[in-house]
């Protein structure tokens, strides 16, 4: 899943303590917010954040993509020199953008760059991203001046580009800047309509809402991150969304919203939306149309896996597929983890949101000896006459192939110095 997550997050100067001096708490709601959206960007570990800045260089009818090696940047122009960025583009990936966009003939490149500085809204993003992580490469795109349908279809290309890489889009942009009298621009009474639209449509990810205001509302709101967030929505097309909204707040006559988007492997989400339906309904779900044909394929044995604050809480599966389809399997699979192991007492409903739900694709067996196992690559299956016993592969705590082989057959119940056949499997594991 190369899009791990992505996250809007604003930019104001003001929330970096050099510079804030203080009044950076007068703004805590959103300090929290860019800290909670930090730290979900440090847990993904990902190779490259792409940061789209409404505030670097910008053209009418062309989407600019900062060139280069390297970029540096400081908060010096807001009064704290001392708090510095020295980081690394990712060419390979803007190259990549760059020819995928012109495929598709949206005219985007590195050309014309205004001033190759890092501007406050990439560096105040890093400045929290950089609390938690420390070895990444950026990509930092533009919006332009073309209308918000052609942002989504750029989005469209930046998802195409990345390809196998594990990336994080930061969307950085503020809301209104008319929401006071006092504020910067003074008040407009698009403003707070504005913010109050946007932040409900970020809160439930429904992306098609920032393509419902009028040019007069935008026009009128004088915000600076619609844009950017129609670019983000463009590389989350038709991507599963856990959405965790951290809040919004306009103590200043500006808003500033916060939200993360976690993209879901497809093959959680059903185990999960399985097991909750399961619990509030009794029953098992009916399987959703319109699933790619991976997950209609036969033949395909699942575990399930369910952890509570670490601890394993529950583990059901098949060895090979046994309903029609991998997406039954993974719904049956989900249940039986949930209240039919019986190592746990089940799952209740109060604890859903507590779990992390993992999903292990088993792909057909085959005969193997030892010389072929591989604890990290392979999973192992052990028979002796009706006993079997099965074992993941890479699993914590397995260090070697002759642990994993000791544990499948003490789960066989089968005694090492007795005749037994041995098969290996691969498996993917969903996250």
Known sequence: MPILSAHIIPHPPLIIPAVGKGREREIQKTVDGCLAAAKAIAQEKPETIIIISPHSTTYSDYFHISGGERALGSFARFGAPAVRFDVAYDTELVADIVATAEKHGIPAGTDGECDPDLDHATTVPLYFIEQFLKEYKIVRLSASGSDLEKHFDYGLCVKEAIGDKRIVIVASGDLSHRLTEDGPYGFNAHGPAFDERITQAMAVGDFSKFFDFDEGV???????????????????????LEVNFHGYEGPFGVGYGTCSYRVQDLHVYLARQSLKHFLETGGYMKRPDSLPDEMMASGFGTFVSLKKHGQLRGCIGTITGVQDNLADEIITNAVSAGVRDPRFPPVGSDELDELDISVDVLYAPEPADFSELDHIKYGVIVSSGFRRGLLLPNLEGVDSVEAQLSIALQKAGILPDEKYSIERFEVVRHI
Not at 218 to 240: K, P
Request: glycine share 22%; charged share 10%; proline share 0%.
């Open 218 to 240: 935008i026009q009128g709101a004088a915000e600076c991150g619609l844009h950017g967030f129609a670019i983000m929505a463009g590389t989350l097309d038709g991507l599963l």
